[in-house]
């Protein structure tokens, strides 16, 4: 597995809070099948401390250093999560955000109980600056995203989604893993990641995703997103669809209209 989401730099957000914890995370990863990480610190405009892209830099090649000390075989990238506001935009053209991996890819998370208005403009912003959006754990967030038809209609436009792996093995709940199973099944579903802060959020290993997603959209998709487009992220190049299954469900709504006009 490629973790395009991880929390494991120390010191900058509510991850790691020393090296030793940091180390502590990334042994565990490895031990569950994950064999790149992009380390995404928080990155909230306005808050009392937000972490630069030089301090993230340093971070990951203080780490570096360490998983070759321990003859670890994980591989570790820079990022950031980053927190939407209404001036995203202006610190992306500022620099002050990091894109995954220096890619033309960010992570952005939104709040979870209600739709900013500004959410389309500013993803369709930040397409226009040249950066394509990645959404964080959208099955996280309330119902009126996916009953409003929201994500959808982004997705269409070319914004990405990213599930956490442990929705989907119920640890945020019923409702996350509902989200997350509709998600999976109806296609829409680019990226799977960890998430993780610490070790109490890793409970589950790289087998027993692969499965579950297996099992509810077939083995090519579950690759996929847990390997091949993390690794296009990394690479900025093109992400690639769940196409078979955006295709089956289009051919159904075509038939369903179709009968609903005889």
């Known amino acids: ?7 494991v730099l120390y010191g900058l957000d509510d991850g790691p809070e020393n090296l030793e914890q940091s180390m502590e995370l990334i042994r565990e990863l490895e031990k569950k099948g994950v064999e790149k ?12 401390y937000v972490p630069t892209c030089e301090e993230i830099r340093e971070k990951v090649e203080i780490l570096r250093k360490e998983i070759e ?6 591989k570790l990238y820079a ?7 209404h001036d995203t935009v202006e610190k992306i053209k500022n620099k002050e955000i990091l894109p995954l991996n220096d890619s033309r890819y960010i992570l952005i998370e939104f709040p979870f ?12 912003a930040m397409q226009l600056e040249g950066y394509t959006p990645i959404i964080a754990h959208p099955e996280r967030y309330c119902p009126d995203y996916r009953e409003s038809k929201l994500l959808d209609e982004l997705v269409d436009k070319g914004v990405l989604l990213q599930i ?3 929705s989907i093995l119920g640890f945020y709940g019923k409702r996350a893993k509902k989200a997350a199973y509709r998600l999976l099944k109806e296609g829409m579903v680019h990226l799977v990641a960890t998430d993780s802060h610490n070790l109490n959020k890793i409970l589950s290993d790289k087998k027993s995703i692969e499965k579950k997603i297996s099992d509810i959209c077939g083995i090519e998709n579950a690759e996929r997103i847990m390997y091949a487009n993390p690794q296009r992220v990394l690479e900025n190049e093109d992400v690639l669809a769940m196409s ?3 295709k089956r469900l289009a051919i159904i709504n075509i ?8």
């Open 37 to 48: 990480i992009i380390a995404t610190p928080h990155y909230i405009s306005g808050e009392d």
């Open 113 to 124: 109980e209600i739709i900013p208005k500004y959410m389309t403009d500013l993803l369709f």
């Open 244 to 246: 078979e299954v955006r």
């Open 1 to 7: 597995m490629i973790d395009i989401h991880c929390h």
């Open 255 to 262: 038939f369903r209209r179709f009968s609903l006009k005889m």
């Open 69 to 74: 000390k321990e003859n670890l075989k994980i």
């Open 164 to 166: 956490n792996s442990e």
């Open 79 to 85: 990022g950031m999560e980053v927190y939407a506001s």
